[in-house]
DNA sequence: AGAATAATTAATCACTCGGCCAATTAATTT
DNA sequence: AAATTAATTGGCCGAGTGATTAATTATTCT
């Protein structure tokens, strides 16, 4: 599965920057232009389904389309994916890194490993708490690319890299001592709570029998944070006891 | 997805309880019967690419028979996935009620929460750790199950719970005064991490320019323990801190 | 041995898949 | 108004899809 966000002009057809073009009828209502509408069908359906599990007849139908306008604009349904997944992931990434360099701004000398932590997932949980489906059905999609093995890796890496690097530069500060071994591992554990949450599987509600909500972020967000920072420290600190 | 492991007599040919009868040719070198060759091929298969990335027409090659054969022993391709699904279950969890309850006799009044994280942990990574191919392609499986978003939910609760709730309740012994929403919330977290050890993704080698090997279980196991003891005292101590 | 049952093959069914294209309608440009 | 380009339709293609079946071979039972 490649994950490039645009191709040259296929073959035949060349077709202009597409979307919408100035002086159309103003799109009354609920009715996006056509491009927009397929991105946000295909992103609901990929995120229930996956993407073999989607047929583009599907997409097609739910965004009230034809197939070939899925072709005429994204010219093949893998192209479609990738488009559907970088759609998102620079907003997001922006506002991680701004939320990263305000906690720095901010804390000065007394960077502590909460406040990291807390300043790089609290955009991603917003976004989670919100009310919005587009939003919640791409974290789910990310949940998905995560833990897929054949491309996730490198889907990943790609996408997000930096933003992790930027926070364990940030914990490095609250944790001098520590070894780089030890924060990436330490990180591992950080990540896959967070996919988890992301995927927003109603495991811990059925798990729990009610007393959590997988979607009560209120109530998972400062645990998380808690649950990380300790993890972090005592990782950290201790000079990788075996058990 | 159902998730049905076995279904009765389909419609018109009842089949007998499957599987090579005595007196066989007794299977030379890697040669199974032809049943357990089918589990084997779609578990890989399964893995790699999902249940929609694979065809009844691709498990039938890799396993060197043909599609009516894989229909003739479990009906359907959805029934060939639960078969695969359930054929290790019992396993691991007998494993993992086995060490928990080890550890409980050992322990006696002085369990902690290291030690039944530990408990918790190890037969399962001892599988990601061992050759066995086929062990680690079904752990891929269960990663993929945790984070699906239809049928995952059931899923895991149907075959995990039980190893759970013991685990919670080992842990309440060291915690007395945990109250059950942190509890299952900071079990949240550690699910999260261990699935994402389980998927084998090769993101924490890339992400760490190859100091951490995904596959490095003797570096993972350690860590894991650690970080999610460190967060199970952290969110079960305070009293719930909003970040 | 022969009768009965299990295992296996190869062919086939009715659909569905992603992708493509000529033709048509709508909008924009000159 | 005419010419040009964009957006869209509906039908079609070849290649699979999961599933089924009759016929054949192997094995077990009596």
Known sequence: MSTATARSAPSARAKRPPGPRPGRPAAALAEADLRGRIL???EALFAKHGFDGVTTRAIAQAAAATTG???YYFTTKQALFDAVFARRADVVNAERLAALSAYE???GDAVTVEGAIAAFLRPVLAKLAAGDDGWRNYLILIAQAAHNHEW???VMTRAFDPVVERLIALIR???PHAQDADLYWAYYSLSGALMLALAQ???IDRLSNGVCRAMD???LEPR???FAAAGFKRVCAAPTQPA
């Open 40 to 42: 946000d069908v295909a």
């Open 105 to 107: 701004r901010d804390a």
């Open 152 to 154: 996730g890796g490198a």
């Open 69 to 71: 306008m899925i072709h």
């Open 201 to 203: 599987t109603d495991r």
């Open 224 to 226: 998380m944070i808690a």
């Open 217 to 219: 972020v209120a109530a």
């Open 173 to 175: 500060r609250a944790l």
